[in-house]
């Protein structure tokens, strides 16, 4: 099979294992596409992309771009900050707006869980989710899995613990179901607050002792806690919460076995990760960066050729 089985990336909850197998295959093709001295190729030459972001986003929608631009389409940037959202105008109304501008492809970030799903029954163009609030960034759990493959040689097999605050990540869900595809053991840790109470319907591990999640896994994916997304307190204190989830060196030297460090950024120092873990060899985090760009080409490029 070298097409998708679907003509929009929602999610991972939905694809198949298929599916996924052939964007890690192409983005590994493009990535070595992308580290040759001539960058470009025309493969979406005749494709306008729109990226929507009614977020903040630094590498999701750089990310975007420059594989946008490593394909040769023609692209477009629209910012809710900045736009007519402010007066008023509906995601419907915006999106059909920027579609009659004869926009084939649309990768949108949006706060609200479910408005990708939304706009892909209402507006014809492919839809990229880009992170729809606390549901599902599924780019983000490609390259964190690309990244554990280049690493690895293999995701099947492999012990994944996806460490912080999990009740408001769509990384967290996006990876589960990316990495249980792939045939990954995954467990999740953090304050008992902080995992939601379906989280053991998914077929995780949990674990509440940090020291014990290191312990078990091959590789650590470590999240931001998101207290733009809290409206109550969850934990005491950022304080408290790095003193008994922060990872540091301390942490990593007792540990009698080799462990690799991921984060899918922004870092906050010093909270979740300490700056000579982030820094350290362990950490692949500025690798997972750059495979986006490779990763986000093969979905694009894939998405493009995909049956309407
Ligand atoms: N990982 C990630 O989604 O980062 P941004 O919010 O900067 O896009």
Sequence with gaps: MSQLSTKHLLGIKNITENDVQLILETAA????????????????????????????????????ELAEKRLSADVVNFSSSNSSVKKGETLVDTVNNILSMKVDMVVMRHSSPGAPHFLS?????NIVNAGDGTHEHPTQALLDAFSIKEKFGDVAGKKVAIIG?????????????????????VMV????TLLPKYIQSLGVKVELDVKKALQWCDVANVLRIQLERQ??????????????????????????????IMHPGPINRGV?????????????????????????????????GAKN
Excluded: W
């Excluded at 190729?41 to 590498?59: G, K, Q, Y």
């Excluded at 840790?189 to 008992?192: D, L, N, Q, T």
């Excluded at 950022?238 to 462990?259: A, C, F, M, P, V």
């Design 272 to 304: 979740e990760l300490s700056s000579d873990v982030a820094d350290s060899e362990h950490a692949i985090i500025l690798e997972q960066v750059q495979n986006g760009v490779a990763v986000r080409m093969a979905v694009l490029y894939l998405l493009a």
């Design 121 to 125: 029954r209402n507006v014809k163009a």
């Design 165 to 185: 605050d999990i009740l408001h990540s769509r990384v967290a869900l996006s990876n589960i179901f990316c990495l249980q595809k792939l045939g990954a053991e």
């Design 231 to 260: 409206q109550i307190k969850y934990f005491p204190s950022l304080r408290e919460y790095s003193l008994y989830y922060g990872i540091n060196k301390k942490l990593l030297d007792q540990l009698d076995k080799e462990i690799v």
């Design 189 to 192: 840790c953090g304050p008992i």
């Design 29 to 64: 093709n493009f990535k070595e596409v992308i580290n040759r001295p001539i960058k470009k190729v025309p493969s979406l030459r005749d494709i306008t992309i729109a990226n929507i972001f009614f977020e903040n986003s630094t590498r999701t929608r750089l990310s975007f």
